[in-house]
């Protein structure tokens, strides 16, 4: 079982922004299935997948955490220490992969690293400070442009993708390999 989580913010207002490609890159592999289904106890939209799991927090961003540490727990992911404690740093690069913008990286590339911090992300951070690791795949889909420069990251991943950049992710999610 894979448990996959793109990040974004809830709402119709933020579908199209820059902080959501997690959001975007999900609804990707979930192809035409738009049988997604919102679950209360995880605050999610949930969408399985074969053997995958595929999770939209509704949490905004900065709280995802809370999310992807009940879903980890609900199926007995994390490890834990004497059957009570989390165990810290445990390694669930097998089991939780994470989607997420970054704006260190230029549009059109991404990275996929395992145990790297969460470089000024919140979601990351969130996720990271909840689950007691960082000892998780992450697929980092980069979404610097010549705009950045004039405007802070805070602003910027809040700003929408332009008609050529959103035209251009389906290229970008085919090259990567999950």
Same mark, same amino acid.
């Given at each position: ?87 810290? %740093?445990?390694? /669930? ?7 997420? @913008?970054? *704006?260190?990286?230029? $549009?059109?590339?991404?990275? !996929? ?41 805070? %602003?910027?991943? /809040? ?7 959103? @035209?251009? *992710?389906?290229?970008? $999610?085919?090259?990567?390999? !999950?």
């Amino acid at each position: 079982m894979k448990i996959i989580v793109g990040l974004g913010n809830p709402g119709e207002k933020y579908q199209k922004n820059r902080h959501n490609v997690g959001f975007m890159f999900l609804d990707f592999l979930a192809g035409v299935d738009t049988s997604w289904k919102f679950n209360k106890k995880f605050n999610a939209f949930i969408l399985e997948r074969g053997s995958d799991i595929l999770v939209k927090p509704q949490t905004f961003i900065n709280n995802s955490g809370m999310t992807v540490r009940a879903i980890l727990d609900y199926y007995k992911l994390i490890p834990k220490k004497f059957g009570l404690f989390t165990n810290k %740093n445990s390694d /669930l690069s097998e089991v939780l992969t994470v989607v997420h @913008d970054d *704006l260190d990286i230029d $549009f059109g590339n991404f990275k !996929i690293s395992i145990g790297a911090g969460s470089a000024g992300h919140n979601g990351v951070s969130s996720i990271i400070n909840h689950l007691k690791t960082k000892n998780f795949k992450r697929i980092r889909l980069g979404i610097n442009n010549e705009f950045k420069a004039n405007i802070s990251g805070e %602003n910027f991943v /809040l700003q929408n993708f332009s008609k050529n950049e959103l @035209d251009e *992710l389906n290229n970008i $999610f085919q090259k990567i390999v !999950i």
